[in-house]
Every structure is written in structure tokens, then in C-alpha cells.
Nanobody, 123 residues
Framework: QVQLVESGGGVVQAGGSLRLSCTAS????????TAWFRQAPGKEREFVTG???????YYTDSVKGRFTISRDNAKITVYLQMNSLKPEDTAVYYC?????????????????WGQGTQVTVSS
């Protein structure tokens, strides 16, 4: 099992930036893909971005050009740099990991989850 802990959420004005971190512990060698999902009140959990073991990255259209996912060399911590934030980015952001190589956008395909961190963007 892999334990994931997110940090870095907060309140920011529209146009501002935040960086989220997701630190893994436990059986990290079994993690092949890591992703960020978000869930706003009353909405389904949606895929934001993901990175696979080879370092390939994937983004949902609404964040392309604004968000960047990256990973440290030890593959222990995954970062989400969020720039040009918009009020519609407001949500609880979750880090998730799965033990198959591809990054997929379906949250049910991820086996390990963090507790979530709140991001609030004010207009």
C-alpha cells in the first residue's frame, strides 16, 4: 500500500499561483502513475493531470498552459504548479496513484488516495 499526503492548498486571488505537493511513502516502487483530481461541491471528481513512470504528462483541456505536473528524481514527491488560477479552479484537490503504467482519467482506476487539500480562488 502507498500512503499519499498532499500539502500546499490555500486561498488565492484570481490570476494568482499555488503549488501543491504530494509525498508518497510505503510501497512506492509499486506506483506507476500519479495523478491529481479535483472535486468541487456538488460535482463529480474530475481528472486534472497525471504523470507516468516514464515522465510523460497529461492534462485536461481546461488547465493546459496554466498547470504543470512534475516529480522529483526519487519519484517520491509529485508537484502541481498552478498559475493563472480562476474561480472555477476552486475545489478539493486529491493526489492519486495506481499500479498500472498508463495515466487514466477515471478515478475508480486509482488505488491509493491522499486526504485532499482545499484550493479556493477568489474573484
Amino acid at each position: 500500500q502507498v500512503q499519499l499526503v498532499e500539502s500546499g492548498g490555500g486561498v488565492v486571488q484570481a490570476g494568482g499561483s499555488l503549488r501543491l505537493s504530494c509525498t508518497a511513502s510505503g510501497r512506492t516502487a509499486t506506483t506507476y502513475a500519479t495523478a491529481w483530481f479535483r472535486q468541487a461541491p456538488g460535482k463529480e471528481r474530475e481528472f486534472v493531470t497525471g504523470i507516468n513512470w516514464s515522465g510523460n504528462t497529461y492534462y485536461t483541456d481546461s488547465v493546459k498552459g496554466r498547470f504543470t505536473i512534475s516529480r522529483d528524481n526519487a519519484k517520491i514527491t509529485v508537484y502541481l504548479q498552478m498559475n493563472s488560477l480562476k474561480p472555477e479552479d476552486t475545489a478539493v484537490y486529491y493526489c492519486a496513484a495506481r499500479r498500472d503504467p498508463p495515466v487514466v482519467a477515471t478515478f475508480r482506476d486509482y488505488t491509493d488516495w491522499g486526504q485532499g487539500t482545499q484550493v479556493t480562488v477568489s474573484s
